[in-house]
């Protein structure tokens, strides 16, 4: 899949899990649960030993059905290993010229976590398809999008933090081309992360239909 459809894709589904997991075996139950709701892209994290494992069975067992990425991606080396499993895309909480570099390299998507103007201009100059508004959003919330997107109306922007069910409205009214979902769709069993993962699908869907 090449860089430009992998980054429509994630502008289409409009939102990300983000997960961190164990085991591969949990990760396979948590994609199910995403997919069966409606949500086929999935961040996982280099925070755990076993990422690169995790993703290439992701993509073993559901192929195109699930564009499957690294996260926590702080330096080069970690972002070729998630290459080389087979990430499609690779976030980070912060800007590195060294992760751009890589990416850009292998025409892979990459998503820093910015907290300024200033931050995320110098990232979009090295290359970054989308800016990960990262732990800014948690404490701001949906406002911070237009905040952002008043001076640079062109900025991509994955929300990071801060994502309830009930203000997902907001964010989408306020320009955020992807919401990054935690815990609603990591936690608990498969079927209540599908329940969840329907509830985010439908008030995406709503509110983009308005």
């Known amino acids: 899949m090449l860089k430009p459809s992998i980054l429509n894709h994630i502008e ?4 990300m899990a983000i997960v961190r997991t164990e085991t591969v075996e ?17 961040e996982i994290s280099y925070t755990l030993p076993n990422a690169s494992d995790v993703i290439r069975a992701l ?19 970690t972002a070729r290993l ?13 800007f590195s010229k060294e992760v751009a570099r890589v990416c850009n390299r292998y025409m892979i998507p990459y998503m820093p976590g910015c907290t300024s103007v200033t931050e995320a201009v110098k990232a979009l100059e090295a290359g970054a398809s989308m800016i990960k508004a990262f732990p800014i959003s948690n404490f701001y919330g949906p406002k911070l999008i237009s905040i952002f997107k008043t001076p640079i109306p062109y900025m991509p922007i994955l929300a990071s933090g801060g994502v309830t069910v009930a203000n997902i409205p907001e964010w989408i009214r306020a320009g955020c081309e992807c919401l990054g979902v935690g815990g609603l769709l990591m936690k608990g069993t498969k079927e209540e992360i599908m329940e969840n993962a329907k509830q985010i699908r439908m008030q995406i869907d709503k509110t983009r239909k308005k």
């Open 12 to 15: 289409a589904t409009g939102a």
């Open 26 to 42: 949990r990760g396979i139950e948590i994609a199910e649960g995403c997919l069966a709701g409606g949500v086929d892209v999935m």
């Open 59 to 77: 993509i073993e067992t559901f192929g195109d059905k699930l564009i499957a990425g690294a996260g926590t991606v702080l330096d080069g080396e």
């Open 82 to 94: 998630a290459i080389i499993a087979g990430a499609k895309f690779v976030i980070a909480p912060n």
